[in-house]
């Protein structure tokens, strides 16, 4: 398999798709979306644009599953399988706000091997292959040199539907407030990795995300040379709906704080 040439292949299906998500910006109407649960919007903008990136996909590597955000394709494999968020920062989307981007991550068994984001407000595509540097437009980049959290510039996601750990959201940022360059919310977890991939945001933490907003983001930013975990520094950040990154410097100090307020 020549994974940099799929990965080539799909940044130009990436830019296909981005085409008809900007078209449709222009004209969008906020009547035409749906709810799919509190705080949780979907319009026919998502729909639409992921089922042209599965067709799209399909014929990249026929052999793939996937896993979805908007379910128009649930079929997984058992060796290969994309996992597709076709517009990550909808809610952004949908008010006229930036970022939002397009983010898919090509899963080998349990291993991320391809991951792409594409934030389309800046135009800006972040990827990277297995073996590769992380790159943004075809140039490489790496994550900041930050050595502790009060050197960062951190990014979070604030809670949307699970409001049970409220309390330890609270306390860390309050202290992430007043003890780094400050926090910024974005509302969009694949463009805040993609951030901490090229050194925007030194850090980045959020809970209750779903694979498809993190897997093509964590990746990038590992390429990077940044680091990934769960909040007790564990692997289970894809699917286990809670995830930290930063730079290598301060990964130790950031984690241990992150682990500290949510292990209570």
């Not at 035409?32 to 979907?42: E, N, R, T």
Request: charged share 25%; hydrophobic share 40%; net charge negative.
């Amino acid at each position: 398999m020549d994974i940099e040439k799929i990965c080539t292949s799909v940044i130009k299906l990436n830019y296909q798709v981005k085409e008809y998500i900007s078209a449709e910006q222009k004209k969008f109407s906020i009547d035409k979306v749906k709810s799919k649960g509190l705080h949780d919007f979907v319009s026919f903008v998502d729909t639409t644009s992921e089922k042209q990136i599965v067709s799209g996909l399909k014929k990249i590597l026929p052999e793939a599953g996937f896993i979805t955000e908007e379910g128009t394709e649930t079929i997984t494999k058992e060796d290969y399988n994309w996992i597709i968020d076709p517009l990550d920062g909808t809610t952004n989307f949908i008010h006229g706000l930036s970022p939002y981007a397009i983010s898919i991550a090509l899963m080998h068994r349990e291993k991320i091997i391809l991951g792409i984001v594409y934030e389309i407000s800046l135009n800006e595509c972040f990827y990277a292959w297995d073996g590769s540097p992380a790159y943004l437009n075809g140039k490489v980049i790496k994550v900041s040199d930050a050595a502790h959290i009060k050197d960062s510039l951190i990014a979070t996601g604030f809670p949307y539907y699970d409001y049970s750990r409220m309390d330890s959201f609270m306390d860390s940022f309050d202290y992430f407030m007043k003890n780094s360059h400050g926090l910024r919310r974005l509302g969009s977890a694949a463009t805040d990795l993609a951030y901490v991939a090229c050194g925007r945001f030194d850090a980045f933490y959020e809970y209750g995300l779903q694979a498809w907003d993190v897997s093509a983001g964590a990746f990038i930013v590992q390429q990077a040379g940044g680091k990934v975990a769960d909040y007790k520094q564990g692997n289970n950040y894809i699917f286990g709906k809670e995830i930290i990154a930063s730079n290598a410097n301060v990964f130790n100090e950031f984690a241990s704080k992150i682990n500290e307020f949510y292990d209570r």
